[in-house]
């Protein structure tokens, strides 16, 4: 599902130019999970932008979905997202003015769906928000709003789920609800899942950890000393 081959990310030009990603190798087949690891300013993020097609490799080959995204324009990208694509921030990102019906249904009217209210109803539901439909973000507390965010991450049913700091604004609890439904969905439908995460419980549960460091990517053997209780 992804196929990263020696991957480099450099922003800014010349004697300016900062190496974010060096050389990344990865690979993740569908149905298995990843947890990614690393300090603040590593390259995470970037490598779920790279990931996403939401940035572009200044160098390798990025392969998602079986798709080569350096042969893509951006409408392709786009195209990818939506069929192919759900992400989860770390700041839920939700719009203020519709409710969370309307949030999750977006970016299925977007796409055409004439079954989107009704999607959105039923995704929303599952991660037990079925009493909040109308409920606006502000009137919903924070581990409501990421369960909206996580079901309008899926309510399209994306082969790849990615996830940075999904459970970095959730207390215990709730985090685990949402480390619930992303392992959940990757059970139910076979998709690939990436989480960024500090989260030592949500590590656990992964397939495989790999830590970034510096730009650099290195397989975690078990968990490292900063996640390890
Ligand atoms: P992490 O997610 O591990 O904290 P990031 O991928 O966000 O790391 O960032 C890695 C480094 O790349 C940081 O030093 C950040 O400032 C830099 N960076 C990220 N995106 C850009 C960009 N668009 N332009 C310039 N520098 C960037
Ligand atoms: P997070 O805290 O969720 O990891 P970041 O702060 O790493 O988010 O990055 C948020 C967005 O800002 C990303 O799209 C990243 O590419 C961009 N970004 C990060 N650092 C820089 C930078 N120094 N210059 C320009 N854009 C940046």
Known sequence: MIRLQQVSVSFGRGSAA???????????????????LGPSGAGKSTLL?????????????????GQDLGRLDEDGLARLRARHIGIVFQAFHLIPTLTARENVALPLELAGAVDADDRARAALEQVGLGPRLDHYPA?????????????????HRPSLLL???PTGNLDRATARLISDALFGYRDETGAAVMVITHDEALARRADRVVRIEDGRLSEAAGLPAEVRP
Request: proline share 0%; aromatic share 2%.
């Open 49 to 65: 932008a790279i990931v996403a097609g939401l940035e572009r490799a200044s160098a390798g080959r990025v392969e998602i979905a």
């Open 18 to 36: 900062v190496d974010v990603l060096k050389s990344v190798d990865l690979d993740l087949e569908a149905g298995r999970t990843l947890a990614v």
């Open 163 to 165: 996830a940075d700091e």
């Open 139 to 155: 009137a919903l507390s924070g581990g409501e709003q990421q369960r909206v965010a996580f079901a309008r991450a899926v309510v």
